[in-house]
Each structure stands twice: as C-alpha cells, then as structure tokens.
C-alpha cells in the first residue's frame, strides 16, 4: 500500500502564496500520473493540476498562471506552488498518483484563504 503525505497547507491572506508538498512512500516515477484536486464544502473534488511521467503538466483553468505543479522523483515528493491565492481557492486539497491500473489519495491538506 502506498503511502502519500501531503503537507504545507495552512491560513493565508488573499493575495498572498502558499506550497503545498506530496511524499510518497515509494518512487513517485513508477506512477504515470501525479496529480493534485481540492474539493470545497458543498462541491464535488476538482482537478488542480497534474503532471507526468515525463514532467508534462495540466492545470484548471481557474488557476493557470497562479499554480505551479513540480515533482522531484529524488525525493519522491509533488509539490503545488500557489501563488495570488484567492478565497475561492480555499478547500482542502488531495494528493493522488495514478498507476496504469491502480491509483492511490492522500488524506487530505487544509488550505484557507481568508483575511
């Protein structure tokens, strides 16, 4: 079973920039997708960004140009760069690796955006 860590989440102002990170417990380059969601209270989870294998990423277009998605295989981690976050974004944002046929969460981190 593997393990996804997410951490970094927390409170920050509107307008203002926050990395969120995902460990894995084991190399993150056997999964041909890394991806992150959020799902906000009352809302269905939601695509953030993603990224493969091969370091091609995809973003939502409510955060193009304000989220960037990186993964380090070294250290088995996917982070999530935001920057000019907005109330909106506030939700609490999963982790997921995506295997051919299996795929695995993260137990969630809380990010909020608020002033």
């Known amino acids: 079973q593997v393990q996804l860590v997410e951490s970094g989440g927390g409170l920050v102002q509107p307008g203002g920039s926050l990395k969120i990170s995902c460990t894995a417990s084991?190399?993150?380059?056997?999964?041909?997708?890394m991806g992150w969601y959020r799902q906000a209270p009352g809302k269905q989870r939601e695509l953030v960004a993603s990224i493969t294998k091969s370091g091609s990423t995809n973003y939502a277009d409510s955060v193009k140009g304000r989220f960037t998605i990186s993964r380090d295989n070294t250290n088995n981690t996917v982070s999530l760069q935001m920057n000019s976050l907005k109330p909106e974004d506030t939700a609490v944002y999963y982790c997921?690796?995506?295997?051919?046929?299996?795929?695995?969460w993260g137990q969630g981190t809380q990010v909020t955006v608020s002033s």
């Open positions: 084991e190399r993150i380059f056997s999964f041909n997708v």
């Open positions: 997921k690796a995506i295997a051919q046929f299996y795929y695995y």
